[in-house]
């Protein structure tokens, strides 16, 4: 089975180089470093933690247990590693000097080798779900403690991975310690071969997380600017393939009983941004780009479209109602913890595999709601902007949530702790 993943790797590569280097044409974040896709780069300093997190959500995710790290261990080398450009942009706007940012490796034995020989880990991090069995075999080959935090599966990769029987059994075994995020993930990973001695629950890492400073004033400011005595939702890290039309519909109708509110539409990839705005100009709604800075227009217009990086957050304070993307179309949703930590009611699709255990503790909380369409999003949406009150209850709900949930963290740093503190 080995052979036959080795064989896939490498046959792939040629396709997902040709694929990121087609995305550098509208986003050229993909094109720089690009040598460190394959295991080139400067060499960092040795023995530190390197940690890895996939792309943005998993970033922020990430980010308490870096300043935790940072805190206490002020000498130690710390390497975020990441897959996408706008994963690497945050990194290096969160940590900024803290921490090394680079791009992990394709799961290429050359390139993995590599990696390994110019960051020389004392021990690996692996923030959520990223099984690549080579990465893991080099964790082993080199005595690397390997350490999966906040992992979780969902049942449709269970599925997938069990297809290919022993070399995802053979994975897992080189993890020393999978803190997963709730006993649904555990049985999961103790299914698929990993050692039920070294699998422990410790919750979810992203409950842990603070709000940057000022945030809220930031919020109050944009609501100022751009929805001046008017209703303001918020719909962050949409998707293509239907979910961006059933939200232009559903403002559609929140505009028949709230003729003054605005929508800020914030497409999930930036090289999405202009097609958006393509959507938006077809769809003959009226609408402002923030990139353009158009305040007074947006004052009158019925969509703001959000193309800037890194303010997502802010607008979610602004907003009345939050709805998250990534929800109405099967890609399994996006992060609920930032509107519900700012106090914003919550509304999502029915696709939330990629935080289920979030999504079912908010729901049960009052703190989220699922809607599936457009005409169900744009009711909730009207009701709940025409009941400040209800707005108020379920926001609190949400901030309660996250609140008691807190402590992963902790538990983390109890596994992690003792393997770097061996000799």
């Given at each position: 089975m080995r052979f036959v993943y080795l064989l896939a790797v490498y046959l792939a590569a040629p396709v997902i180089c040709?694929?990121?280097?087609?995305?550098?044409?509208?986003?050229?974040?993909?094109?720089?470093?690009?040598?460190?896709?394959?295991?080139?780069?400067a060499r960092t300093v040795p023995h530190g933690v390197w940690i890895h997190a996939v792309s943005v959500g998993e970033v922020q995710a990430c980010a308490p247990l870096v300043g935790v790290l940072r805190q206490r261990y002020p000498e130690l080398p710390l390497t975020v590693t990441?897959?996408?450009?706008?994963?690497?942009?945050?990194?290096?706007?969160?940590?900024?000097?803290?921490?090394?940012?680079?791009?992990?490796?394709?799961?290429?034995?050359?390139?993995v080798r590599r990696f390994f020989a110019r960051v020389q880990p004392r021990l690996a991090v692996i923030v959520e779900t990223e099984l690549w069995p080579n990465l893991y075999r080099e964790c082993a080959r080199r005595r690397v403690p390997l350490v999966l935090a906040s992992a979780r599966l969902s049942a449709r990769s269970v599925g997938r991975y069990r297809r290919l029987g022993a070399l995802f059994r053979d994975t897992l075994s080189q993890a020393a310690v999978v803190a997963a995020q709730g006993a649904v993930d555990a049985e999961r990973f103790h299914a698929l071969g990993a050692d039920p001695a070294s699998t422990h629950v410790t919750g979810n890492l992203k409950f842990d997380f603070q709000l940057p400073p000022r945030t809220v004033e930031r919020g109050a400011r944009l609501r100022e600017q751009y929805a001046h005595a008017r209703a303001l939702w918020v719909a962050g890290s949409t998707?293509?393939?239907?979910?961006?039309?059933?939200?232009?519909?559903?403002?559609?109708?929140?505009?028949?009983?709230?003729?003054?509110?605005?929508?800020?539409?914030?497409?999930?990839?930036?090289?999405?941004?202009?097609?958006?705005?393509a959507l938006l100009h077809q769809a003959g709604a009226s609408f402002v780009r923030r990139?353009?800075?158009?305040?007074?227009?947006?004052?009158?217009?019925?969509?703001?479209?959000?193309?800037?990086?890194?303010?997502l957050l802010?607008?979610?304070?602004?907003?009345?109602?939050?709805f998250v993307g990534g929800s109405l179309v099967p890609i399994?949703?996006?992060?609920?913890?930032?509107?519900?930590?700012?106090?914003?009611?919550?509304?999502?699709?029915?696709?939330?595999?990629?935080?289920?255990e979030i999504a079912r503790l908010l729901i049960a909380g009052g703190a989220a709601e699922i809607v599936r369409d457009a005409?169900?999003?744009?009711?909730?949406?009207?009701?709940?902007?025409?009941?400040?009150?209800?707005?108020?209850?379920?926001?609190?709900?949400?901030?309660?949530?996250?609140?008691?949930?807190r402590g992963a963290l902790g538990k983390l740093l109890g596994l992690i702790e003792p393997l770097l503190n061996e000799p």
């Open positions: 040709a694929v990121f280097l087609w995305r550098g044409l509208r986003d050229r974040g993909y094109w720089r470093n690009f040598r460190q896709r394959f295991g080139f780069g990441t897959v996408t450009p706008t994963g690497a942009a945050r990194a290096r706007a969160l940590f900024g000097g803290a921490a090394q940012v680079r791009y992990v490796p394709f799961d290429l034995p050359g390139a998707h293509g393939g239907g979910e961006e039309q059933a939200l232009l519909e559903a403002q559609r109708r929140v505009r028949a009983l709230h003729p003054e509110a605005l929508l800020v539409l914030a497409p999930r990839h930036p090289q999405r941004f202009a097609e958006v705005a990139s353009q800075g158009a305040a007074a227009a947006a004052q009158t217009c019925e969509v703001l479209l959000l193309d800037s990086l890194g303010e802010d607008f979610y304070a602004a907003a009345d109602v939050a399994g949703g996006h992060n609920l913890l930032e509107p519900a930590a700012l106090g914003v009611p919550i509304l999502t699709g029915p696709y939330n595999s990629n935080s289920e005409a169900t999003l744009g009711a909730r949406v009207s009701a709940l902007l025409a009941n400040p009150e209800a707005r108020v209850r379920i926001g609190a709900q949400g901030r309660a949530s996250v609140d008691s949930n």
